[in-house]
């Protein structure tokens, strides 16, 4: 009896006459491997024809078949859509990539209006990190429907709750004129409390919600998922309004390259804080003991590198804090499991 390997995938046993008839119908391939059952190692079939001195022709297509061939083939190959029902959801992601690709297109035909145009082209670069989030990050609880439903939350919620603010007295008389002030110290506390705060929140505020709804326990990578998905909803909404606004104040060079910059790095900036707060939002519901506790750190602790982040700028000082950050989120998501061992023995 023989076995037949086909790069890692190992198939049989077979006896003879059933390796010369697979052979023979093309079922099998001169590179394939083959080995007696006997012995472990493998020669590829060809070696093992010629050792054996076996001579067999493969059924091969004829160029007279070529057309018959084409018109049979066509209803396999060239109509898709009824295969478009088997197995969707494990489709999804290809279906997504594939529409992101379109999504320039749309851009440019809402050109003539600035917002839209700006919006679309956000929505296109944070889809990108979506994905690679996704396949990096995501878990098997990981649901793609939650986490757009966060996405789109967030985005909308932000948009109107900051509106709002920047709409109010306190903003505009006590907290806007003081975030570059000399003074550190009022900088800071305006920067904290009336940008870093409220931005925050607002990126922890719907993984909150879907924590509480969920019937199973979230993981904190999950929690860490979402929460970037909100942080990039959040970042490409603040990346459009410094386009419509302070980016339209600088030469042609400079917004460019601050559009580029809003619309792709700063995004994930907010992402890896969100997802800081996310870890800790799920660990309040797991480790009930510190509940209060690691919701008021994983308010705070991404609030305070953010409002550092704010006030040093993109700068050697400024790119720090970002790395510490990312470290901190790595330590999260790849660690978890000793942090859970130490916080038991707590």
Not at 79 to 90: D, I, M, R, T
Not at 119 to 124: A, P, R, T, V
Not at 146 to 169: G, P, Q, R
């Amino acid at each position: 009896m023989f076995y037949i390997k086909r790069n890692t995938n190992e198939f049989g046993p077979y006896d003879d006459k059933q390796i010369k008839h697979a052979y023979a119908s093309g079922k099998i391939l001169k590179r394939d491997l083959i080995r007696h059952q006997k012995t472990d190692k493998y020669i590829s079939v060809d070696q093992f024809f010629k050792l054996n001195k076996i001579n067999l022709n493969q059924t091969k297509e004829s160029t007279i078949e070529v057309i018959t061939n084409i018109i049979k083939l066509q209803s396999v190959f060239l109509n898709p859509f009824k295969y478009l029902k088997q197995g969707s959801g494990e489709n999804s992601i290809l279906y997504i990539i594939l529409s992101i690709i379109l999504i320039p297109v749309l851009a440019l035909a809402f050109s003539s209006v600035p917002l839209i145009s700006y919006s679309i082209y956000g929505l296109y670069f944070a889809s990108i990190w979506g994905l690679i989030l996704y396949k990096f990050i995501a878990t098997k609880q990981t649901d793609l429907k939650t986490a757009m439903l966060i996405c789109l939350a967030t985005a909308v919620t932000t948009f109107f709750v900051i509106n709002i603010f920047h709409s109010t007295s306190i903003w505009k008389e006590q907290i806007a004129p003081n975030l570059n002030s000399k003074n550190l110290i009022s900088s800071f506390i305006c920067m904290f409390f009336g940008v870093a705060i409220i931005e925050e929140l607002l990126k922890q505020i719907y993984v909150y919600f879907f924590i509480v709804q969920n019937k199973s326990v979230t993981y904190p990578r999950s929690a860490i998922f979402y929460g970037m998905v909100a942080g990039l909803a959040f970042g490409i909404y603040e990346g459009v309004e410094y386009q419509m606004t302070f980016n339209k104040t600088l030469d042609a060079n400079n917004n460019y390259f601050y559009n580029i910059v809003r619309l792709t790095s700063l995004p994930f900036f907010h992402a890896i804080w969100a997802g800081i707060g996310g870890y800790f939002v799920s660990l309040s519901f797991i480790q009930l003991k510190y509940k209060y506790s690691f919701r008021i750190i994983g308010l705070l602790l991404p609030a305070i590198l953010h409002t550092f982040y704010n006030l040093l700028g993109l700068n050697v000082f400024g790119i720090s804090c970002i790395i510490i950050s990312s470290i901190l989120l790595t330590v999260y998501l790849t660690r978890s499991d000793l942090v859970g061992k130490e916080l038991n023995n707590m």
